[in-house]
């Protein structure tokens, strides 16, 4: 078999999402996960499954705590699953055990914890990594080799836009694990999809921001639901976003556009092939998937580095970068002026 991997967090989304991933996985074997003290009530309230339900359907054995499956089980990896606030603190205990270590989106849940991931896949000299989808995409990959050969020249703007549905205010509550008190929210959940892909595409270090967020269709959320923001890169390039989380479509569509100097290149992801309006319900009907499984490729390619001893697809460095870029854009949301990079600490 190959290695042996657990789960660290079965409350979010990404719980299932990386379990089956690994389960499909012919170089990983997922022999457990910890459930961290969430209690079939909480994992009920987020749509999680119940403990029992999580370890029937993915055939491991359940832990409260990371350091006792760690001890137990003799992994080699960890996926981690859990609250954005707490997913350093993991990442800290798995590191120092020497396992390599997959983060669910965003990496963390401030800049000083991303620094703390950082350092320690340094100090311990293990492999970290985190997910971005937008680079395990057939398209987007083959966007951004088509860029990073030249063939619009020297790039000089990049504009990404992500539409991810509307927040049911009934997710926003105290244990949710994105939308829960001190988690990332919208802000880091589509933040980072946008930021990673003008950093990515760029291929440039960023150096100040700039964005507007409001709250304009879910009124009762303490969220964000649209934004828009621009990003200015050392060489001179400019970046820019706007998210959308404030309409009931189905499908996370996604557009990436750069702008060089010998021409211009765009992709768009709609998710789904076809889509069906009409009355009735449901109003809208997709039908034809036709996205790439991104997920699963990401696992694939660090399971495959955990292997080679080879360094992740994603640097764990580049994505704390990625993290800075949202927390800059929600500095300056809030003081509606434009804010340098590196942040200042507070």
């Not at 929210?185 to 507007?212: H, I, K, N, Q, S």
Request: negative net charge.
């Amino acid at each position: 078999m190959g290695i042996r991997a657990g789960i660290v967090g079965i409350a979010s989304y990404y719980s299932r999402a990386f379990a089956g991933a690994l389960r499909r996985n012919r170089e990983a074997e997922l022999v457990a996960a910890a459930h961290l003290g969430d209690s079939d009530a909480n994992l009920t309230a987020v749509g999680a499954l119940a403990r029992g339900d999580y370890a029937a359907q993915y055939g491991l054995t359940l832990y409260e705590s990371p350091e006792e499956m760690i001890e137990k089980e003799g992994l080699k990896a960890v996926f981690v699953c859990a609250r954005d606030h707490r997913k350093a603190d993991y990442v800290e205990v798995a590191a120092a055990a020497g396992l390599d270590v997959y983060i669910s989106k965003p990496m963390a849940g401030s800049i000083e914890e991303a620094d703390r991931i950082v350092a320690a896949a340094q100090r311990h000299g293990v492999l970290i990594s985190t997910l971005s989808p937008a680079r395990y995409d057939g398209a987007f990959a083959e966007a951004h080799r088509r860029v990073r050969d030249g063939e619009v020249g020297k790039a000089l703007a990049v504009r990404a836009w992500i539409q991810h549905g509307q927040l049911s205010v009934a997710r926003v509550n105290e244990v949710s694990p994105e939308f829960g008190p001190g988690q990332g929210g919208p802000e880091l959940g589509l933040g980072v999809y946008a930021a990673d892909a003008l950093c990515w595409f760029m291929g440039d270090r960023p150096t100040r921001v700039y964005a507007e967020y409001d709250n304009l269709n879910t009124p009762g959320s303490p969220f964000m639901d649209v934004g828009a923001g621009t990003v200015r890169f050392a060489g001179g390039g400019i970046g820019s976003m706007v998210l959308y989380y404030s309409t009931p479509c189905p499908a996370p569509p996604w557009e990436v556009e750069v702008v060089g100097d010998r021409g211009i290149l765009r992709t768009h992801q709609d998710v789904y092939e076809g889509i069906l309006w009409r009355t009735g319900e449901p109003r809208v009907a997709p039908f034809y998937r036709n996205q790439n499984d991104v997920i699963g490729r990401g696992i694939d390619l660090f399971v495959e580095a955990c292997i080679k001893r080879t360094e992740p697809e994603y640097r764990i460095d580049a994505a704390r970068d990625v993290i800075e870029v949202c927390f800059g854009w929600n500095r300056s949301a809030a003081s509606r002026a434009p804010v340098d990079l590196p942040l200042k600490r507070t």
